[in-house]
């Protein structure tokens, strides 16, 4: 993975260069779930994934299985019903995928239009993980990957303003459906 740049600085008239290893074939998939309930403080759940196997016909992504797998885990940390406004990545509308959400009533699914990056806040998540802990950085080794990017969610997961400012910045508001008790 080539290093994200921010900024830097160097001598007028000399470009600064950053030297980085040969291109790597391995891959990394993160699924994440921004959570926010009215009046409590937003969540971010993740779960990072190595692919060791790709290059032998493997999976280069998260399998249907694994979103399950970080649902059920959400439900169990949230307590509570899940919607899901997801973007239109084929895994999200698996057959098998929409059989488990119609059988579980304590999560619905919604999703995006195509090619609205702008209106996911979990893409605000990876704009921030981008220009912080992982700009201007050049991994030793996978292992340093890894534990960056995990590093770098922790921090976000800390900053409930930083998971709000990416809703807001999609343009969406929290609305609910169901009469609230009174």
């Not at 196997?53 to 019903?81: P, V």
Request: with cysteine; proline share 7%.
């Amino acid at each position: 993975m080539p290093p994200p740049t921010s900024h830097t600085w160097g001598r007028r008239g000399s470009t600064p260069v950053i030297r980085v290893r040969g291109r790597s074939q391995r891959r990394f998939s993160i699924a994440a779930l921004c959570c926010y309930t009215p009046g409590m403080q937003s969540r971010l759940i993740y779960r990072p994934k190595r692919h060791t196997d790709h290059k032998n016909g493997g999976r280069k992504s998260f399998a249907w299985t694994e979103y399950r797998d970080l649902l059920i885990a959400a439900h169990q940390q949230l307590g509570g019903s899940i919607v899901l406004v997801w973007d239109n990545l084929s895994v999200h509308k698996d057959r098998r995928m929409r059989e488990f959400i119609d059988t579980h009533d304590w999560v619905v699914a919604y999703h995006l239009p195509p090619y609205a990056p702008d209106l996911n806040p979990v893409e605000g998540i990876w704009s921030v993980l981008r220009r912080t802990s992982q700009a201007n950085t050049a991994f030793a080794d996978p292992d340093d990957l890894i534990r960056r990017l995990r590093l770098g969610l922790r921090q976000i997961q800390y900053q409930s303003d930083a998971i709000d400012g990416c809703l807001t910045a999609t343009g969406l508001t929290l609305t609910t459906s169901r009469l609230q008790p009174q």
